[in-house]
């Protein structure tokens, strides 16, 4: 575990750890004001969405363990709603550390916000996010912003180097009943801290009975290479998730309240060389991926 603070890139053994174990945390990333004006906004979005249920198709609720009533537990899109979740894409410490796991042509492609309410906190039972058939010659990994503090009430479980696991290895921890723990390991966290985690990393975490809230902001990314060849996106989508990129660099460079950085500068190689005219106002930040599916 490694303070981000005032580093401009992950180290080569914090590189190393994290192609060896799936996982990586990383210490205060996000701080002072930015922290503050980023839980604020996903206050905003948690009373919004469980207030009721939204008949929307960004709101993701399940039932509680408790009542089998709907429980928030999910957000998509996060980035289109609120202008922090822009600026906070733009974080020049995050994307050189990307860049150095997966090179410069790395594209954003999955943002949401994932929760545990209180009380009836949603169950994750364990999994991969995605399987193999997608995955090329680098990983393809998410950037998991922990908005709350996450202790053994309410935090992820991993199984280190099960992103290099067989299939098989696999479903005999998927296919057991229950949640137990046995062989996994805790991540706890605090507020303003980070997790890069492999999408074949075997993870999850137990419902919550507590009356603690943990919320995360999850940005996937993905070599613009792979997902030219391999999917799950058409290639049309690489240059519209290059042009939200931009914008939200942009938007991070504009921002008032982040402190003085080095910004992260966006040159990926041909052939994804890509148009983009500074200042340029996109209409939206949200592509479906339901849209933009192979077929």
Not at 86 to 108: C, N, T
Request: glycine content about 6%; some cysteine; hydrophobic content about 35%.
């Amino acid at each position: 575990m490694t303070t981000a603070a005032n580093r401009q890139v992950i180290a080569d053994e914090e590189a190393r750890f994290f192609l060896e174990n799936g996982f990586l945390v990383l210490k205060e990333v996000v701080k002072g004001e930015e922290l503050r004006r980023l839980r604020r906004a996903m206050d905003e979005l948690t009373a919004y969405g469980s207030a009721a249920v939204r008949e929307h198709p960004d709101f993701s609720y399940a039932p509680g363990h408790k009542t089998g009533q709907p429980v928030l537990r999910r957000i998509e899109y996060v980035i289109d709603k609120y202008e922090e979740c822009k600026a906070l894409l733009g974080h020049p410490f995050v994307l050189r550390s990307v860049e150095k796991m997966i090179g410069p042509d790395l594209i954003p492609t999955w943002d949401s916000m994932v929760l545990k309410l209180p009380g009836e906190g949603i169950i994750v039972p364990w999994h991969r996010d995605a399987g193999t058939a997608n995955v090329g010659d680098t990983p393809i990994f998410n950037v998991d912003f922990y908005m709350d503090e996450a202790d053994l009430d309410t935090c992820l479980w991993v199984y280190p180097g099960s992103h290099l696991w067989s299939e098989d290895e696999v479903l005999k921890i998927t296919r057991q009943e229950g949640f137990s723990t046995e062989g996994a390991v805790p991540v706890l966290m605090q507020p303003g801290d980070v997790i890069f985690h492999n999408i074949l990393l075997v993870h999850g975490s137990p419902s919550n009975t507590s009356d603690k809230l943990r919320r995360v902001i999850y940005y996937e990314f993905r070599a613009a290479h792979v997902e030219r060849d391999k999917g799950p996106h058409i290639p049309e989508y690489i240059p519209l998730k290059q042009r939200v990129l931009s914008s939200c660099l942009e938007k991070r460079a504009a921002a008032d309240y982040i402190a003085p950085e080095e910004p992260y500068r966006y040159h990926p190689p041909a052939p994804f060389v890509f148009e983009w005219t500074p200042g340029t106002v996109l209409e939206t930040y949200r592509y479906p991926h339901d849209k933009y599916w192979r077929k």
